[in-house]
């Protein structure tokens, strides 16, 4: 997202369009600057790719991709799957297929994807993800990467009777317990110990999901605290609007901490097992990082980070009331 907010701010005529996974379009669409989505489905077809039903769609894609004739073709994944996908896309006389020269640390960087490009661009091993990708545009159309990064994100406003049941209509805060890797979570006992301190603020804690075991993790810390909720299965947009519309929200390394960050909520994100510095939101004040590789955060760390976020005027406005611990 903020590479497209660079180039459309150093090329306001530019048209974008995006090739992405079918899942993630309602995400992408989230952003005005792009023009066209186009959908692919690699996850799904791989499971029938000998189907008549997949070929057709495989067809369809490969004529989306030919709609248009690109000046330039941008992969910044650095894998080989999407720099096949790239290699497939139509360019104009003189275009350019630019991607990753090299790994950057901990990436899952597919040298093999060098022989798709008509030029590569090497940026330095220890780059976070998002600049890595803003890196990529700016060197390849001559301008420099300035300012903080820009997700330009809105999800458009809705009335009531469009809003998902499960949303409260009191303030809440949201922690986002689960990941995939048990290295990364956070102790149990550390989640309830912070949810007694937002009962003390008033704040309902919502727990979301995404698979059966985190949803006994979910059931097993709502036991445990007095004003926990947990969420139903929430599909992927609808998990967007819990975190977009939240007064607070804590989450380990995932994804959907990432986006609360994005859209500058007031959000703390833990680091248990994983390098900070790789995806850290650092493009708002109203982000406030904790822990590291093999250094998991402290309850104390969390609750002053709470404290920080607390005197804000945007933690005010969307939690509703005034801070009452110091």
């Given at each position: 997202?903020?590479?497209?907010s660079?180039i459309?701010?150093?090329?306001?005529?530019?048209?974008?369009?995006?090739?992405?996974?079918?899942?993630?379009t309602?995400?992408?669409?989230?952003?005005?600057?792009?023009?066209?989505?186009?959908p692919?489905?690699?996850?799904?077809?791989?499971?029938?790719?000998?189907s008549?039903?997949?070929?057709?769609?495989?067809?369809?894609?490969?004529?989306?991709?030919?709609?248009?004739?690109?000046?330039?073709?941008?992969?910044?994944?650095?894998?080989?799957?999407?720099?096949?996908?790239?290699?497939?896309?139509?360019?104009?006389?003189g275009?350019?297929?630019?991607?990753?020269?090299?790994?950057?640390?901990?990436?899952?960087?597919?040298p093999?994807?060098?022989?798709?490009?008509?030029?590569?661009v090497?940026?330095?091993?220890?780059?976070?993800?998002?600049?890595?990708?803003?890196?990529?545009?700016?060197?390849?159309?001559?301008?420099?990467?300035?300012?903080?990064?820009?997700?330009?994100?809105?999800?458009?406003?809705?009335?009531?009777?469009?809003?998902?049941?499960?949303?409260p209509e009191?303030?809440?805060?949201?922690?986002?317990?689960?990941?995939?890797?048990?290295?990364?979570?956070?102790p149990?006992?550390?989640?309830?110990?912070?949810a007694?301190?937002?009962?003390?603020?008033?704040?309902?804690?919502?727990l979301?999901?995404?698979?059966?075991?985190?949803?006994?993790?979910?059931?097993?810390?709502?036991?445990?605290?007095?004003?926990?909720?947990?969420?139903?299965?929430?599909?992927?947009?609808?998990?967007?609007?819990?975190?977009?519309?939240?007064?607070?929200?804590?989450?380990?390394?995932?994804?959907?901490?990432?986006?609360?960050?994005?859209?500058?909520?007031?959000?703390?994100?833990?680091?248990?097992?994983?390098?900070?510095?790789?995806?850290?939101?650092?493009?708002s004040?109203?982000?406030?990082?904790?822990?590291d590789?093999?250094t998991?955060?402290?309850?104390?760390?969390?609750?002053?980070?709470?404290?920080?976020?607390?005197k804000?005027?945007?933690?005010?406005?969307?939690?509703?009331?005034?801070?009452?611990?110091?």
């Amino acid at each position: 997202m903020p590479m497209v907010s660079d180039i459309r701010r150093h090329y306001p005529d530019a048209n974008i369009d995006w090739v992405v996974e079918e899942g993630y379009t309602g995400l992408v669409r989230m952003n005005p600057e792009v023009r066209r989505i186009i959908p692919i489905a690699l996850r799904r077809w791989r499971k029938s790719l000998l189907s008549a039903a997949t070929r057709a769609e495989i067809a369809h894609f490969r004529r989306q991709l030919k709609l248009d004739a690109y000046d330039i073709v941008f992969d910044t994944q650095g894998l080989l799957k999407t720099s096949v996908v790239m290699w497939m896309v139509r360019l104009a006389p003189g275009g350019h297929r630019i991607g990753l020269a090299n790994a950057t640390e901990g990436s899952g960087y597919e040298p093999l994807s060098r022989l798709f490009h008509t030029k590569s661009v090497k940026v330095g091993l220890h780059t976070h993800a998002v600049l890595r990708a803003r890196q990529v545009a700016a060197q390849a159309l001559g301008y420099s990467v300035d300012g903080a990064a820009d997700f330009n994100m809105d999800i458009p406003e809705s009335d009531s009777a469009t809003l998902p049941a499960w949303l409260p209509e009191v303030p809440y805060a949201v922690f986002f317990h689960g990941t995939a890797r048990a290295e990364k979570q956070w102790p149990a006992a550390d989640w309830i110990q912070i949810a007694g301190l937002l009962a003390e603020r008033g704040l309902l804690v919502l727990l979301p999901w995404g698979s059966d075991a985190e949803k006994r993790h979910a059931e097993h810390l709502s036991g445990h605290m007095s004003n926990a909720r947990v969420l139903p299965r929430l599909p992927l947009m609808e998990a967007v609007v819990l975190a977009q519309r939240a007064a607070l929200v804590i989450g380990v390394d995932t994804g959907l901490t990432h986006i609360a960050a994005a859209f500058k909520r007031p959000t703390i994100e833990l680091y248990c097992d994983s390098p900070r510095w790789k995806t850290e939101g650092n493009w708002s004040p109203q982000i406030i990082n904790l822990g590291d590789t093999g250094t998991a955060p402290t309850v104390e760390q969390v609750a002053e980070a709470i404290n920080t976020l607390a005197k804000t005027a945007d933690w005010r406005k969307a939690a509703g009331v005034e801070p009452t611990r110091e």
